[in-house]
């Protein structure tokens, strides 16, 4: 099922009312969160999903124009639709630039920037430790930050894995998360919301969510990240983790590659399954693309649920 949540800005520090919007598209057979943010002409699509007709939708209803796509790192347990999301708007595809792509993209560095429309900024912060070029993004409206778009990064109540690049970095990766969410929790206010890519079922997150929506205040009381030393910390993240799904061999290297474009054309009622093209079978089931917590794959980036939006409630940060 796709859900909507939408975060309306407006009256954060008693400033007015905002201009800028984050709607928050869930597609939960693939345990993520993707995200549209922007002001009264253009947005930028955070960490978009393969079925990323949900992104144009959310931009057609708010009558924005995506102007940038971005992507957190590359991903490994869900095929990316960040690089024909912006072959079809034409929007600058943003990606970390130690990421090793075979595309042409916008090389994006610790500190970078991205001006939007209605004094909206988006800063580049290097967050490693999910991945080793991994890239947290925070929005500013008037230099004020006023949400931090995570990815695998500091997640709600956990952290994304370390585990997914090399063994051999592993340890390294998980200090070096310890270190990227101490980064967030020093340079960002506490009321600041924390809108991560994982942790809601797929296996990138190395726990499961602590419930729907946080801020950096609250996780520095609740994450163990920020509560806990960093020996005791890694000791405590590395003994907990699950094994690796199978798949997620092969969706890393899909990913630095480039993703063939995907038909969106809604499929009948009635299909027979057949593999998708450049998907492997894993047990018996075709995971090109799903992180969710559940034996059985999909389509790259199809939801295996009822595609059907709800009303929008309001964003609870």
Request: neutral net charge; aromatic residues 6%; charged residues 20%.
């Amino acid at each position: 099922m796709l859900r909507w949540y939408t975060y309306p800005g407006g009256n954060l520090r008693g400033r007015g009312i905002s201009v800028f919007f984050i709607d928050t598209i869930e597609l939960e057979g693939l345990g993520n969160r993707h995200y549209l943010a922007g002001g009264r002409d253009t947005a930028v699509a955070v960490d978009p999903p393969r079925d990323f007709d949900q992104v144009l939708a959310a931009a057609a209803r708010r009558g924005v124009r995506i102007s940038h796509v971005v992507e957190t790192h590359i991903h490994n347990d869900y095929v990316t639709g960040g690089l024909e999301l912006a072959r079809v708007t034409g929007a600058a595809y943003l990606v970390p630039a130690g990421a090793h792509v075979s595309f042409a993209r916008v090389a994006v560095g610790d500190g970078d920037t991205v001006a939007l429309d209605g004094g909206l900024e988006l800063r580049a912060v290097a967050t490693p430790g999910h991945t080793p070029h991994h890239t947290s993004y925070v929005l500013h409206e008037d230099g004020v930050p006023v949400a931090a778009f995570t990815g695998g990064s500091l997640l709600i109540g956990t952290v994304g894995r370390p585990d997914l690049v090399e063994p051999r970095l592993t340890e390294r990766l998980a200090r070096a998360q310890h270190a990227s969410a101490h980064r967030l929790a020093a340079e960002l206010p506490d009321e600041t919301p924390v809108l991560p890519t994982h942790g809601f079922g797929s296996f990138c997150s190395s726990a499961q969510a602590e419930g729907d929506a946080t801020t950096i205040g609250k996780e520095k009381t609740a994450n163990a990240a920020l509560t806990q030393d960093v020996d005791s910390f890694v000791a405590h993240l590395l003994a907990g983790l699950d094994d690796v799904p199978a798949y997620y061999a092969h969706m890393g290297p899909a990913n630095a590659a480039g993703p063939a474009p995907v038909d969106l054309t809604p499929r009948p009622s009635r299909t027979r399954t057949r593999s998708p093209p450049g998907s492997r079978p894993v047990s018996g089931w075709w995971t090109c693309a799903t992180g969710s917590r559940s034996p059985r794959g999909t389509w790259p980036g199809r939801s295996t649920s009822r595609r059907t939006a709800r009303s929008p409630p309001t964003w609870p940060g």
